[in-house]
């Protein structure tokens, strides 16, 4: 578990993960959606391709900060 202080942060780095995971076929189309900032769907292309056994999950999370 990684955790980001956006959720933008989140989903590019999950983005980032799920090309580097796989994506087989997907990948070219992946990557100019990454490149224009559209990291949930990447996500969702993920999510639709990913073997059974993968499991990649990006959600929020409630912090609290140490102040």
């Not at 780095?13 to 994506?23: F, P, R």
């Not at 990557?31 to 996500?43: I, Q």
Request: glycine residues 6%; contains cysteine; charged residues 35%.
């Amino acid at each position: 578990m990684w955790v980001y202080a956006t959720k933008r942060d989140a989903l590019r780095e999950g983005a980032a993960l799920a090309i580097a995971c796989g994506l087989d076929g997907e990948k070219d189309q992946a990557r100019r959606d990454f490149e224009a900032g559209r990291y949930r769907k990447v996500m969702d292309c993920y999510e639709k391709t990913r073997p059974e056994t993968h499991l990649l999950r990006v959600q929020a999370a409630f912090l609290q900060s140490p102040s």
